[in-house]
Nanobody, 122 residues
Framework: QVQLVESGGGLVQAGGSLRLSCAVSGRTFSRNAMGWFRQAPGKEREFVAT????????YYAESVKGRFTISRDKAKNTLYLQMNSLKPEDTAVYYC???????????????WGQGTQVTVSS
C-alpha cells in the first residue's frame, strides 16, 4: 500500500503562485512514477504532470507547460507542484497519484490522495 496526502491548496488571484505538496508513505519502492491530476467542477479528471521518482524525468500537459513545475524530494518522500502564472481555468481539485510506470494515462495510476482545492480568482 502507498499513502498519499496532499496539502498547499487555497485561494489565489490570477497571476499568482501556489506550491502543492504530497507526502508519500508506505510501499513507495513499488511505484516508479508520481503524477498530479486535477478535476474542475463538471469536468473529467485530467492529467497535469508526472515525474519518475528515481531519475526525475518529467512530462507536462500542454495547458500547464512553462507555468507549472513538478519535482520531488526523495529524502523527504514528498512530491511537489509549483504553480506560477495561475489562471482562473486552473481552478480545480488537485490530486497526487502513484504509478508503476511513467505515464500520463490516469488508468496507470493506482494510488491516489484525497485532493486539495485550488481556486484562482479573476
Amino acid at each position: 500500500q502507498v499513502q498519499l496526502v496532499e496539502s498547499g491548496g487555497g485561494l489565489v488571484q490570477a497571476g499568482g503562485s501556489l506550491r502543492l505538496s504530497c507526502a508519500v508513505s508506505g510501499r513507495t519502492f513499488s511505484r516508479n512514477a508520481m503524477g498530479w491530476f486535477r478535476q474542475a467542477p463538471g469536468k473529467e479528471r485530467e492529467f497535469v504532470a508526472t515525474i519518475t521518482w528515481i531519475g526525475g524525468s518529467t512530462y507536462y500537459a500542454e495547458s500547464v507547460k512553462g507555468r507549472f513545475t513538478i519535482s520531488r524530494d526523495k529524502a523527504k518522500n514528498t512530491l511537489y507542484l509549483q504553480m506560477n502564472s495561475l489562471k482562473p481555468e486552473d481552478t480545480a481539485v488537485y490530486y497526487c497519484a502513484a504509478a508503476r510506470l511513467f505515464s500520463h494515462y490516469e488508468r496507470e495510476y493506482d494510488y491516489w490522495g484525497q485532493g486539495t482545492q485550488v481556486t484562482v480568482s479573476s
